[in-house]
């Protein structure tokens, strides 16, 4: 679970340390308080786009700072991933927005985004008000039925995918063999022109890398033998000499002190001894042949002028060769070569037929089990009579997806027959729909944390009761995070934070602070009353909180039953 938030610097927040708890973690505060900047720091450090606009200002950097308890199953899922927790299962996820860029860490390793999103991935799940308008398009229930049936799904995904990219080459292969003759011919002339072409070059690999280093030596001949020529009379003098027969004169005066200068020197007198007849053997090598040089010249050309024509190394140049050799013998065998493709992309079509079947029968079975299971979210969510369905459409052509498509078909009242969720759903249906389909989600996939900024949208009363008992619910097996404005749900909290925005030293700050029970009571007194909190709405906002106690209490008896 995520058990602390650190913010520094970003947007009106100064410093901000938060502790959650297990269980369900309310925040309120006032509209424009910044309960938005507070999730949008999370969002950030799981990996969101950054702007440079979100520093503080006067501040070089903004910072923010999460971290996880994990459990033995997620230390598991995150070391299949290279991702390590500490001995207490600890993982810290850290970003800091600079200017220019930003930087995203993992228990202090550094990771792209990418990297960021996909380990983050295993640990919360975020869900803000936009993605209810995202139920508004049928593209995107396909995507959650097969998240929700990954683990069968996944894999018949993948040969469907794999099926259709060789369909689409063969597709595309046999496009090329509708030419006519002349087209045909022209193209033949050209291969073999170019076939030719190199093939008369005579290229080798690293034949370029030998060419340019002769060359270097060619025109630096002149340089080359002035400069070995001093390095030559440099070793070749007699100094060691002479000093080696001075230290021979002496060293029967002193043997135990000269004998390992003596000895350092005839090394050297040897060693430079070798070293002059190297030097002298490599200048009587180092001729300069104009011939010679005019070949490798001229070869070191006509090489680069093949590898700007037909690839940039000779590797490149050799495997176009091979390109257009394939393409010429098709041409040279254009009846036979275009009855194979095309019996090819027969047989691709028929698997990717059988393939795409499958998956639309998988698909089929795994909808039945997903909105099963979002119909029993939308009863606990005041949706008394609802029916809820999935209907699939099969396209008039592949895709790497299938051949199918589907939409989510709801009636929410009795009498009234199933349509199109898009068609009937208000906003605040949709939040509710929503709610179920991330609580199914989230169960699916063992995610830990879920955060719902305003899952309260567009209801009120009776529902906003119903929707917190079921936030209740998802509570006590996952930690739960939820910006609200209803009462009734904050009322359900295990822990309650608010959010103020005011004045300090000249400067507007937004702080957030974890309160008491007395404080909870008072905050919900607020919410119900607005401007003006009276006696009798303190006092409603006391019964709210122990009527809450009591719901939860019912809750998690009838989870212990069950």
Request: charged letters at 35%; one cysteine or more; a negative charge.
């Amino acid at each position: 679970m995520l058990f602390y938030l650190h913010v520094k610097n970003l947007a009106l927040i100064d410093s901000a340390e938060v502790e959650f708890t297990d269980g369900l973690n309310i925040l309120t505060g006032e509209t424009g308080a910044g309960k938005s900047i507070v999730l949008g720091s999370v969002s950030l450090a799981l990996g969101a786009k950054a702007s440079r606009d979100l520093i503080r200002q006067g501040c070089d950097s903004a910072w923010v700072e999460l971290c996880f308890a994990v459990d033995e199953n997620k230390r598991r899922e995150l070391e299949a991933r290279e991702i390590y927790p500490d001995e207490d299962g600890l993982v810290i996820i850290s970003r800091k927005i600079l200017p220019s860029r930003t930087i995203s860490r993992i228990n202090d390793e550094t990771v792209t985004s990418a990297r960021l999103r996909e380990i983050t991935g295993l640990l919360i799940e975020m869900h803000g008000q936009h993605e209810n308008q995202s139920l508004m398009s049928h593209l995107r229930h396909l995507d959650i039925l097969d998240e929700y049936g990954k683990a069968v799904l996944g894999p018949m995904r993948q040969e469907v995918a794999a099926a259709y990219r060789k369909y689409a080459e063969l597709r595309k292969k046999l496009d090329m063999f509708q030419a006519d003759g002349e087209s045909r011919l022209r193209e033949m002339d050209f291969c073999r022109y170019e076939i030719g072409e190199i093939e008369s070059a005579a290229l080798r690999e690293g034949e370029e890398e030998e060419l340019s280093a002769l060359y270097r030596r060619f025109s630096n001949g002149k340089k080359l033998g002035e400069n070995m020529a001093q390095a030559y009379e440099a070793v070749s003098q007699d100094a060691v000499s002479h000093a080696l027969r001075a230290v021979d004169a002496v060293l029967q005066y002193d043997r135990e002190g000269l004998s390992q200068i003596r000895d350092e020197m005839g090394d050297a007198e040897a060693l430079l001894g070798e070293l002059a007849r190297d030097i002298s053997s490599y200048l009587e090598q180092l001729t300069f042949d104009e011939e010679e040089f005019r070949r490798v010249e001229e070869r070191l050309d006509q090489v680069r002028t093949l590898e700007g024509k037909y690839g940039r190394t000779i590797g490149d140049v050799l495997r176009y060769l091979e390109e257009k050799k394939v393409r010429l013998r098709e041409l040279e065998n254009y009846d036979a070569r275009r009855e194979e493709t095309q019996a090819e992309l027969k047989e691709a079509e028929r698997n990717l037929e059988l393939l795409s079947s499958a998956l639309f029968e998988a698909r089929r079975r795994e909808a039945e089990s997903l909105t099963e299971k979002i119909k029993e979210g939308l009863l606990d969510l005041n949706f008394p009579d609802v029916k809820f369905t999935m209907e699939f459409r099969r396209l008039d052509h592949f895709t790497p997806n299938g051949f199918d498509e589907a939409e989510f078909m709801i009636s929410a009242n009795p009498g009234e027959p199933l349509r199109p969720l898009s068609q009937v759903a208000s906003g605040g249906e949709l939040s509710r729909v929503m709610l179920a389909v991330k609580t199914v989600l989230a169960e699916a996939d063992q995610v830990p944390t879920l955060i719902f900024d305003e899952i309260d949208a567009g209801i009120s009363g009776r529902t906003a009761q119903m929707v917190s008992e079921k936030l209740g619910v998802i509570a006590k097996c996952r930690q739960v995070i939820c910006i609200t404005h209803l009462p009734q749900i904050a009322a359900m909290a295990d822990r309650h934070f608010v959010i103020r925005k005011g004045a300090e030293s000249g400067r507007t700050i937004t702080t957030i602070r974890a309160l008491k029970e007395d404080e909870m009571t008072e905050e919900l007194a607020r919410l119900l009353g607005g401007a003006e909190i009276t006696d009798t709405v303190r006092k409603n906002a006391r019964e709210m909180k122990q009527l809450a106690k009591k719901r939860k209490q019912k809750l998690t008896e009838k989870r212990d039953q069950n």
